[in-house]
């Protein structure tokens, strides 16, 4: 089996900070991105019990060079470093059997959702996909669908997994924490939350043929509402978009692949306008 993970952040276990996932936290931070990397590398172990896999990590947090190489299985390929141009599915269409979504979180406006966000905070405050709210779990699967690839595991927090079932209700789900607040939780310890995923990923291997790929029918209509009408202002410049508000733009496409790209290329451009003057 060809595998395909991409691992974030936020939705490790325990984790319930911007500090304990920002790099430039120099207490914090070392301790999660070890933990971060050992839950990848549990996920890697369990689908490993159910079959052998071909692996390829994308590190998909923040700028993207988190994972302790050191930490990680010694046969493996790891995409690490920023910026990459399909972001936390980068080289997802190289012909993976299946994909993993590590330390994943809900999306943008969530309610009690640890760190709630969708790709950018800072830049976008919510993306729809043909009138439906997408968080980064199904923009992601949607591009990975595109290529045939389904996703088989998500972990997270219970409203990362509550949301993706609905979705995509043959995803094996590990459930590490529970939000009580935005920026707290009911958290499982690392040690149970790395047999969990384990767990979890040996039996989302076995029961691969059962998962779907997710694809988007089209026509397909990407509606963004901007974090500030800065953003708005230069992700206008986008060839496609059509300003449709203060901070709402919208752009359709005949696929969903085009439509990915332009959340992309809408994000990156819109950052430059979150940076102060």
Not at 169 to 179: I, N, Y
Request: aromatic share 10%; glycine share 8%; proline share 4%.
């Amino acid at each position: 089996m060809k595998l395909y993970i991409s691992c974030d952040m936020e939705g490790t276990a325990g984790l319930c900070s911007w500090d304990q996932c920002d790099p430039k936290n120099v207490t914090e931070y070392p301790i999660y991105r070890r933990l971060m990397s050992r839950e990848v590398c549990a996920a890697i172990e369990g689908a490993r019990l159910a079959e052998p896999c071909e692996v390829l990590v994308n590190d998909a947090h923040s700028r993207m060079h988190n994972l302790l190489f050191d930490e990680l299985p010694h046969d493996i390929r790891v995409l690490s470093g920023y910026r990459k141009a399909f972001s936390m599915v980068q080289s997802g269409d190289e012909g993976f059997d299946g994909a993993f979504f590590t330390g994943y979180h809900a999306g943008i406006g969530v309610e009690r959702a640890v760190l709630a966000h969708t790709y950018s905070p800072n830049v976008l405050y919510g993306v729809r996909v043909n009138g439906t709210e997408f968080d980064e779990a199904l923009l992601n699967a949607a591009y990975l669908g595109e290529y045939g690839v389904p996703v088989l595991l998500i972990t997270g927090d219970e409203a990362l997994c509550s949301a993706t079932q609905k979705a995509l209700p043959w995803v094996e789900c590990a459930q590490v924490k529970r939000s009580t607040d935005y920026y707290s939780a009911d958290s499982l310890t690392p040690t149970a939350a790395i047999a969990l995923i384990g767990e979890a990923a040996q039996n989302a291997v076995r029961r691969r043929a059962q998962a779907c790929p997710f694809r988007v029918a089209g026509p397909v209509t990407l509606e963004i509402e901007a974090a500030s009408v800065e953003c708005a202002d230069y992700m206008a410049l986008v060839p496609g978009f059509a300003r449709v508000g203060g901070r709402s733009l919208r752009f359709t496409a005949a696929s969903y692949l085009p439509v990915f790209q332009a959340m992309i290329a809408a994000m990156r451009i819109g950052g430059a306008a979150a940076e102060r003057a």
